[in-house]
């Protein structure tokens, strides 16, 4: 109880729908200085074969990217 758990339900969500998805985050650590620093991280699907590999150009390329903000991840859409 009071902890997360959002890295199951995204690994399981990237299993589910077959397509990496990319998740980023805003780290104040760099507040001090002047700077925010985005970081991010990928989650691979574990099947070799991805069914929807026709939506990114390699297979390695996220094709949902979210924000992650405690509690709450809102999707990004590139330009």
């Avoid at 758990?5 to 690994?11: A, E, F, G, R």
């Avoid at 998805?21 to 985005?38: A, K, M, Q």
């Avoid at 070799?48 to 590999?53: F, K």
């Amino acid at each position: 109880m009071g902890e997360e758990s959002d890295h199951m339900h995204i690994t399981a969500l990237s299993d589910a729908l077959g397509i990496p998805i990319r998740v980023v985050y805003l780290d104040r650590s760099s507040c001090d200085t002047g700077g925010v620093s985005v970081n991010h991280h990928d989650f691979m699907p574990v099947a070799g074969d991805l069914p929807n590999a026709s939506c990114s150009s390699e297979k390695n390329i996220p094709f949902i990217t979210l924000l992650y903000r405690p509690g709450h991840y809102d999707i990004l859409y590139t330009k």
